[in-house]
């Protein structure tokens, strides 16, 4: 059975720090990886998505890596804001046979950047 | 706008009842699906339909039912034989043209709570 553990569950960085969150999952049989952000009592926004052919997604001053392989992806924050204060949740789409769908998510990072 | 709605935001349920939550897309998605969110915790996949009139069991089905009888709508029903409903859950589609590289989209969540 698919598990995704994130590291570190809990980060507190000062503001301008460049940052990168982990997450690592067991089956490397996927179709694709998503990071979301999660604020408090909100649902999920999509940050980015990368398909298992994919190495690397960009969007703005966030990148997620993917190395399907070993089994990990990192989602890198540059020159953080207070706003990016939030939970970050890391989830992969099963890419094995007989219809299963629906995303495996990790517990989550929760990032504060101190003003 | 186009996207997600769930409502109502907050439920209370008193022992031994049903109640339904509302999950209503307008983004002509074919796939819809349920996860629960506990503290601390990955979201859990519950149940997810990929087309009108059929659905699947996730993760977690035992004590919630969901019916798919319109493309737009995907309600999930909390029944007594849950014992512990107190969560937040959340409602999510995708569109399934393209399988392997379309994101979820999420609803802003109900948080259901026990009187």
Known sequence: KQEVTQIPAALSVPEGENLVLNCSFTDSAIYNLQWFRQDPGKGLTSLLLIQSSQREQTSGRLNASLDKSSGRSTLYIAASQPGDSATYLCAVRPGSGGGADGLTFGKGTHLIIQP | ?115
């Not at chain 2, 699906?33 to 601390?40: I, K, L, V």
């Not at chain 2, 990955?42 to 990929?50: E, H, N, V």
Request: aromatic share 12%.
């Open chain 2, 1 to 115: 706008d186009g996207g997600i709605t769930q409502s109502p935001k907050y439920l209370f349920r008193k022992e031994g009842q049903n109640v339904t939550l509302s999950c209503e897309q307008n983004l002509n998605h074919d796939a819809m699906y349920w996860y629960r969110q506990d503290p601390g915790q990955g979201l859990r996949l519950i149940y997810y339909s990929q087309i009108v009139n059929d659905f699947q069991k996730g993760d977690i089905a035992e004590g919630y039912s969901v019916s798919r009888e319109k493309k737009e709508s995907f309600p999930l029903t909390v029944t007594s034989a849950q014992k512990n409903p107190t969560a937040f859950y959340l409602c999510a589609s995708r569109t399934t043209t393209e399988r392997s590289n379309q994101p979820q989209h999420f609803g802003d969540g109900t948080r259901l709570s026990i009187l």
